[in-house]
């Protein structure tokens, strides 16, 4: 694992990089290691992993994984990558479109079919999986043929639709330097396309130019590849705008000027690649998430998108919250275990299953029921808020600016705007946090042993 210029130079959305292409990508965790002055960490194992009762194990692993492998879905992934759900997305308006101002776009540019067609594709898999979504594309750069890992579905609608691009060649050319000097897809992205939306709208385009160097200001526009990987070198290298790029959006916010809900972000992080207006539960997900906009923690998308089933998580429209909100925090505690055991997001083990493969793995009684399970993930999920708190979160942080939560006109969620504070407030009453300061509640933490009762 070992960080690369972007670390070094302490982009503030800096990736640690492992396995040539895979990243700890987002919040930063580069920068901390490159303040630090750390280049990287080796560790070499020697010795085996003991399991309570492993044959057991193997049963349960072999019925999870029959059972893994059943929906469509995962089948589309093992064959084209996260690529695949690029038009899939278009059509239901959650793949955003030039600074998240539109969701309409040639989806079929930029799909995994079409990655196939115009390129040599490679599969692989993470260790043991039998999905196997990994792609690692062929492709010549510099007069030389690199093997480039990806691109996957964050990274191609970061540098395409968003930025106005529908060309797979900078797509590729963007993702490997990303990779290359360590620095997060969907932030960079995002940073370029907003400065990109500013200049196109003509808004602090005075104060913009007095940091332009090597770029022009006529040049800065929806399309133009060459302007989008000039920026991307200059955020990696932090020389001229590329400076305040490395910061983020809201901080180019400030530096500008600007309407700070023009900054799509939430909590300083990027909104990434999966509309808030088209899934208005993951709308909710990305407010209260403690890390800010992050479609991992939980993917809340994939309950509402049919690829994921679980027995206390309801399913419904997904232009629903009202009465959803415990479904919503379940997910997230349940995201704390998948988290915790190493689970990948796309195989979305149901609870039931998690905690046979957990009680004949560690030989603990109490995994063996879903219950535990989900106390495990709500006793994370309010730790991390604990600390979030003490550093600074307030509750007027869970919020989604207003470039992403008004309606758009067209496109698969055209009208759908997002106004759920209503939910938040019956979100704060589910998990037990303060309304007015945004902490836990000190029930709630004694009720979850962090503190200690008083009684």
Known sequence: ACIGKGGENLVKYAAIINDEGRAAGRCGLGAVMGAKKLKAIAIKGNQTIEYSDKEELIIQGKDTLEKILIPFATNLFS????????????????????????????????????????????????????????????????????????????????????????????????????NLDGIDTISSGVSISFLIYLVENNIAVEEINKYLTTVKLEDIRWGNEATVLSLLDLIIKREGIGDILAEGVKAMAKKFGVDPDLAA?????????????????????????????????????????????????????????NKREKSII???????????????????????????????????????????????????????????????????????????????????????????????KVYYKTRGWDWDTGFPSEETLERLEILKSKS
């Not at 990305?286 to 800010?292: H, K, L, P, R, V």
């Not at 419904?316 to 919250?321: Q, Y």
């Not at 004949?360 to 993930?377: D, E, H, N, V």
């Not at 207003?402 to 209503?422: F, Y």
């Open 265 to 321: 972000h939430v909590k300083g992080l990027e909104i990434p690649m999966h509309d808030p207006r088209a899934y208005l539960g993951q709308a909710l997900s990305y407010m209260t998430g403690c890390t800010g906009a992050n479609h991992n923690k939980a993917d809340f998308y994939n309950v509402d998108g049919d690829a994921a089933s679980y027995t206390k998580i309801r399913k419904k429209d997904r232009f629903t919250v």
């Open 330 to 424: 379940a997910y997230q505690d349940l995201t704390n275990i998948y988290d915790s055991a190493v689970i990948c997001n796309f195989t979305h083990i149901n609870e039931i299953a998690l905690t046979r493969l957990l009680k004949a793995s560690t030989g603990i009684q109490s995994f063996g029921s879903s219950g535990t399970l989900f106390k495990i993930g709500e006793r994370a999920s309010n730790l991390k808020r604990l600390i979030s708190c003490k550093l600074g979160c307030k509750r007027e942080d869970d919020y989604l600016p207003k470039i992403v939560s008004t309606a758009l006109k067209s496109g698969g969620s055209a009208g759908i705007s997002v106004d759920l504070e209503e939910n938040l």
């Open 79 to 178: 064959h084209y990558g996260t690529l695949i759900y690029s038009d899939m997305g278009m059509v239901i308006g959650d793949v955003p479109a030039n600074y998240f101002t539109s969701s309409e776009f040639v989806a079929e540019n930029i799909t995994g079919r079409a990655l196939k067609e115009q390129y040599v594709v490679l599969k692989y898999a993470c260790s043991g999986c039998a999905i196997g979504c990994g792609r690692r594309t062929l492709f010549e750069m510099d007069g030389k043929e690199v093997e480039v890992d990806g691109p996957e579905y964050e990274t191609a609608a970061a540098f395409g639709p968003m930025c106005g691009i529908l060309d797979f060649d900078p797509i590729i050319t963007a993702n490997h330097r990303c």
